[in-house]
């Protein structure tokens, strides 16, 4: 790849200023979103060791503030530095395994992602297809239940290519008759819609760090 030339450094520098006053913009991934000053003289700030002890004391906090959102009072949330997918990856892979049998809820465009990544480590999968636009079918999901046994059932709580809001407590209390742990993408879903992990019996919650 060609270095680029001082004529091309300096058009990049004026388009895209490094010093001087901030210029306001939109944060576009996704959003829009307006990037709050404080977050940005936030950000302007030293970075702190992430062994030491100031940035121990500043993730536990971040962990007991994320409780009340999730709905759950026990063991403190894991949090990934990945995207939505990376988080439904690691659901999938805990819940499932090599010819485990998994429910999949799919209704818009992530429940095949859910779908592909429980192929890639061999379970065996099912689905419960619902037209687009619309919540899970959870009578659907409790036929395919009482009809054979499955290790998990993974499902998008907030379709996100349509708007679909699934009703995650009646999920719930479905699966919760069955040996079935439950999954849930979340990623558009957590910290706009109601959460109550404990009550729900959700095993596993995926949110990528950054969302609006």
């Known amino acids: 790849m060609p270095r680029p030339t001082l004529r091309r450094l300096a058009s990049m520098n004026a388009r895209f200023p490094i010093s001087g006053d901030a210029v306001p913009y939109r944060l576009r991934l996704p959003g829009p979103t307006a990037v709050p000053e404080r977050v940005?003289?936030?950000?302007?700030?030293?970075?702190?060791?992430h062994r030491g002890p100031e940035f121990l004391a500043r993730f536990r906090d971040i962990q007991d503030r994320l409780k009340p959102i999730l709905g759950r009072a026990g063991a403190a949330p894991f949090?990934?530095?990945s995207t939505g997918i990376g988080t439904m990856e690691s659901a999938v892979v805990n819940v499932a395994g090599p010819g485990l049998r998994v429910l999949i809820a799919n209704n818009g465009q992530w429940g095949p992602v859910f779908k592909r990544l429980a192929l890639a480590i061999g379970a065996e999968v099912d689905e419960v297809v619902s037209p687009l636009g619309q919540p899970i079918d959870l009578?659907?999901?409790?036929?395919?239940?009482?009809?054979?046994?499955?290790?998990?059932?993974?499902?998008?709580?907030?379709?996100?290519?349509?708007?679909?809001l699934t009703d995650l407590k009646a999920l719930g209390a479905i699966v919760a008759q069955t040996p079935a742990l439950l999954a849930v993408d979340s990623v558009s879903g957590?910290?706009?819609a109601e959460m109550r992990q404990d009550e729900w019996g959700s095993t596993w919650w995926c949110r990528p760090r950054r969302r609006r």
């Open 190 to 192: 957590l910290g706009g």
């Open 79 to 81: 949090l990934f530095a």
């Open 40 to 49: 940005l003289r936030a950000l302007s700030r030293p970075v702190i060791a």
């Open 139 to 164: 009578e659907g999901i409790e036929r395919a239940l009482k009809a054979k046994e499955y290790a998990a059932v993974l499902a998008v709580h907030s379709e996100s290519s349509t708007g679909a």
